[in-house]
């Protein structure tokens, strides 16, 4: 299995924290995201890791050096990830985990979602359901919608920035967003547009539970805040 982290953005909602930086290289407790996204993918064997970068590429890359390969996608200021990933669909073959690049989360979370055997396995957490996520909607056992158009009053739960996809379903969601940028205009379309699509045409997407398990998306000053004081990822 490989693993891909979106890396591109340029995080401006946590602009006060990250002095020029890309987000995934604020530090949390001597490491930065990043290096804590790295050290627990190796920890769960898994060593082929591509970073899809953009802003501060060479930031990235003099940070990682060989611990990963990168790819720079070049229109991060003016798209969202649904383009990034479009861009980068190349790496949609065999198993891929994809994961968002501001995400901190439990060994045992991740393991739980990289041994799923579904062609699409997205991890969830159904405990809650909060602004700032994405939001999913589910069956007993699948994901029958995600994205930020969900209301927090009809979703059951939050997408965790975490999703596993067998080589089957890496191939369909290539496919799905070949389509997407094909049919209609996309610069502010997140790539989850994409699984809401696969979902509404029968596929199943399997929902992981970390339900129980902490994580954190540290999207703001709040978030780095939160994650500043509490350990789960170390």
Known sequence: MKA????????????????????????????????????L?????????????GFGAKL?????????????????????NLLTLHYCRRLLTDEVLLL??????????????????????LLVDSSQCR??????????????????HIKTSEGHGNFVGVARFSAHGSELLAAELDEIVATRECSAA???????SLAAKG??????????????????EEDYLTASSQAFYL
């Open 190 to 196: 997140y790539y989850t547009d994409a699984l809401a």
């Open 100 to 121: 968002f690049a501001d995400v901190l989360l439990t060994r045992k979370a991740l393991q739980d979602c990289a041994s799923c055997p579904s062609d699409f396995a």
């Open 4 to 39: 891909v982290i979106l890396a591109a953005g340029l995080g401006s909602r946590l602009s006060s924290v990250t002095s020029g930086k890309p987000k995934c290289l604020v530090e949390l407790h001597g490491k930065s995201i990043l290096r804590h996204q790295l050290d």
């Open 203 to 220: 596929h199943r997407l399997e929902p992981v539970s970390i339900d129980g398990s902490s994580w954190l998306e540290v999207d703001t």
């Open 60 to 80: 990235i890359r003099s940070h990682v050096k060989e611990r990963a390969s990168l790819v720079y996608y070049p229109n991060f200021a003016s798209t969202n």
């Open 131 to 148: 602004e700032g996520t994405m939001r999913v909607r589910l069956s007993e056992s699948s994901v029958l919608d995600i994205g930020s």
């Open 41 to 53: 993918l190796a920890a769960c064997d898994i060593t082929q890791v591509t970073i899809v970068t």
